[in-house]
């Protein structure tokens, strides 16, 4: 396929506000509510003729930047700034692919953010949700799945000088490549301040779903897990202790460790390693461990070998993937992952996944590998899309947290809720709190997100109920 060209014709900002169901720790923030991004943006192909396409992801505070002068409502503004920047230039840019949209935009939307004091992550949000927006227009347009359009190189990628590592790597043949994973496992998460058994909870929510992880277990009967540590060696150990007590009576389960930039450099974590492995109740869950996510403060996670640690286990990076050469970066300090969210951009993940092919054919074994991490994504579009761009680069297992902390379609009418459940069958259930995801032997079945024509769901949102997002108030 000739990648078609067209322009950004017109964009629709919109928000609605969720609630959680139940609190959600993750490095220095517990979340109880949020709101999520919901963008439209109309194109126009170079026969004239125009195309809606649609992405949604949440505002997430405390994560894209977590510069403690920054309250969540200024974290949320910084996020909304991103996206009007990306606009602006996108609106005046002409015709161009999908992908060149994005990588001839790259560094002068890095630079404009800068100036604005929004880091290179913050960035990669207004970028993402965009060409998110784009390519479900683009897609819907030519009336073929996500997976279709990747096989053919719809969105045109091809080495560009914003990936000086990639000279004349063969985008085309790795696309075409690709087989989408119709089911995947789903990775529960535990954060920080999750009851892991009735014991300690002092409340209940009691809405007929699980609470606590004895409960998820039993519930979902989940073969992978995602742990929160928080940056104290023996409060840490203390927990995986009490989590291990549970986690111990599956018949086999794996597990990822995640750091959240809580411990201040490798040393530390290495003392956490260390004491994890001379813990006897841990030594079936140590043996589970898959790989460490970030777990150095993303200020000094770039600046020090973390090859002592990633000699026990594969580390890989999250928040420091800020700059697009940030996994370049990291493999020259022993990192050999690197996890891929959609609320960081679809292309992005694409050229990790380039990265990985190349760098593992040099390798008498494969060693580098993305992970694929959740941010909260909520039921509809957007954690279809997230599930989507997992799904056609062949994942085996993806974190997923927002069907467990969100209350379900939260903020959206049961109405909404349903037109997503009867198109998606298989990856919703209906319960007597309305539709949510459906979660089986540990397994999510992908097939109706695989074949979707558009960006993971041919339906579009309800913006009717929504709000305008407001103007930016940043800086």
């Not at 096989?151 to 087989?179: C, W, Y």
């Not at 054919?361 to 989507?388: H, I, K, N, Y």
Request: glycine letters at 8%; aromatic letters at 8%.
């Amino acid at each position: 396929m000739t990648a078609p060209r067209f322009r950004l014709l017109e964009t629709q900002r919109f928000e609605w506000p969720f609630k959680l169901r139940m609190p959600f720790r993750f490095g220095v923030i517990t979340v109880t509510h949020g709101r999520q991004a919901v963008i439209r943006a109309r194109i126009a192909l170079e026969d004239g003729s125009e195309h809606w396409g649609v992405a949604a992801e949440t505002l997430a505070a405390k994560w894209f930047d977590k510069d403690p002068r920054w309250s969540d409502a200024q974290n949320e503004h910084q996020l909304r700034r991103a996206l009007e920047l990306a606009e602006q230039a996108t609106l005046a840019a002409g015709a161009n692919t999908a992908f060149g949209h994005y990588a001839d935009a790259y560094a002068a939307h890095v630079a404009a953010c800068a100036v604005e004091s929004l880091n290179p992550l913050v960035a990669s949000y207004g970028r993402a949700l965009l060409d998110r927006a784009m390519l479900d227009a683009l897609l819907k347009a030519k009336g073929v799945s996500f997976a279709q359009g990747l096989r053919a190189n719809i969105g045109g990628m091809t080495p560009h000088g914003v990936l000086p590592d990639l000279p004349g790597f063969d985008f085309g043949a790795m696309l075409g490549s690709l087989t989408p994973a119709r089911r995947m496992h789903a990775r529960h998460t535990v954060g920080l301040v999750d009851p892991i058994t009735a014991a300690d909870q002092d409340s209940r929510v009691d809405d007929g779903l699980p609470e606590t992880v004895e409960e998820v277990a039993a519930t979902y009967r989940h073969t992978w897990w995602k742990l929160k540590v928080g940056g104290n060696v023996a409060a840490d150990v203390d927990r995986l202790c009490r989590i291990a007590s549970v986690l111990d009576r599956l018949h086999g389960y794996q597990v990822s460790l995640d750091g959240n930039e809580q411990y201040e450099d490798a040393a530390g974590v290495l003392a956490l390693w260390r004491a994890m492995q001379a813990e006897p109740r841990l030594a079936r869950l140590n043996a589970s461990i898959a790989f460490i996510e970030q777990p150095v403060k993303r200020a000094k996670a770039l600046e020090g070998p973390m090859a002592a640690l990633a000699a026990a286990r594969p580390v890989i990076v999250d928040e420091s993937d800020g700059p697009l050469d940030a996994f370049v970066q990291a493999k020259a300090l022993g990192y050999t992952g690197i996890s891929s969210k959609a609320c960081k951009g679809v292309w992005r993940s694409l050229v990790n996944l380039a990265r990985c092919r190349a760098w593992n054919a040099a390798e008498p074994e494969p060693r580098f590998f993305m992970s694929a991490e959740d941010l909260t994504t909520l039921a509809g579009v957007c954690v279809q899309q997230d599930l989507a761009l997992v799904a056609a680069m062949g994942m085996v297992h993806v974190e997923r947290n927002g069907h467990h902390f969100v209350d379900g379609f939260s903020g959206q009418s049961r109405a909404d809720a349903v037109r997503f459940m009867e198109a998606h069958a298989d990856l919703y259930a209906d319960t007597p709190r309305g539709p949510r995801l459906s979660i089986r032997e540990g397994v999510l079945e992908l097939g109706s997100v695989v074949d979707a024509i558009g960006l993971g769901s041919a339906l579009d949102v309800n913006v009717a109920p929504m709000q305008a997002m407001p103007k930016a108030m940043w800086p």
